[in-house]
């Protein structure tokens, strides 16, 4: 049973609009959320994250919600650029006992932004 | 800042021989992960290290996988035999003591 799920494998947006990637989540003990972005043949990169007693976290052009009522989190990305053409994973975690424990990751949505 | 050094990056073997993964973490990162991606899937984490303890192997299949970090630095991942399905890309992780992973590149895995 998938715990963090990206619903849309793929995503296309012109330069210069707003890109939207969702993702859902189902375990409540989840307090801590990430997005990384991956270039083909290369590891995931951090890009962002939040706590869960935050509902917004900006970074640059990278903006990321959380709906902890709702289980869900967005990234958006203004405005999009073809550089940000990568597959994004969301990744959850849960703090057990003070430390970090693992991330469980969705299956990715694939961003293509056209020039 | 050095990132997560892993090799080799891309290793082709027969089914049924061993193989075996290197990871140099981040300097100062006692947390170390390696995780498994399947192609068109997220990872899926295989074993945990703080320092040089494995505090979470659950997902790791211990017949034919084994992991070893001595001295809580480089660790060293090995499958023996492999199988078809083993083909993967293997990513190593650090980080030091927040949720904040950081990977290698990875090393793509083909048995044959």
């Known amino acids: 049973d998938q715990q963090v799920k990206q619903n849309s494998p793929s995503l296309s947006v012109q330069e210069g609009r707003i890109s939207i990637l969702n993702c859902d989540y189902t375990?409540?003990?989840?307090?801590?959320f990430l997005w990384y972005k991956k270039y083909p043949a290369e590891g995931p990169t951090f890009l962002i994250s939040i706590s869960s007693i935050k509902d917004k976290n900006e970074d640059g052009r990278f903006t990321v919600f959380l709906n902890k009522s709702a289980k869900h989190l967005s990234l958006h990305i203004v405005p999009s650029q073809p550089g940000d053409s990568a597959v994004y994973f969301c990744?959850?975690?849960?703090?057990?006992?003070?430390?970090?424990?693992?991330?469980?990751f969705g299956k990715g949505t694939k961003l293509s932004v056209k020039p | 800042e050095a990132g997560v050094v892993q090799s080799p990056r891309y290793k082709i073997i027969e089914k049924k021989q061993p193989v075996a993964f290197w990871c140099n973490p981040i300097s100062g990162h006692n947390t170390l992960y390696w995780y498994r991606q399947n192609l068109g899937q997220g990872p899926e984490l295989l074993i945990r290290y703080e320092n040089e303890e494995a505090v979470d192997d659950s997902q790791l299949p211990k017949d034919r996988f084994s992991a070893e970090r001595l001295k809580g630095v480089d660790s060293t991942l090995k499958i023996q035999p492999a199988e078809l399905g083993d083909s993967a890309v293997y990513l190593c992780?650090?980080?030091?003591?927040?949720?904040?992973?950081?990977f290698g590149q990875g090393t793509r895995l083909t048995v044959v």
């Open positions: 990744a959850a975690s849960g703090v057990y006992g003070g430390s970090q424990g693992n991330l469980i």
């Open positions: 375990n409540s003990m989840f307090d801590y």
């Open positions: 992780a650090s980080s030091a003591r927040t949720p904040e992973a950081f």
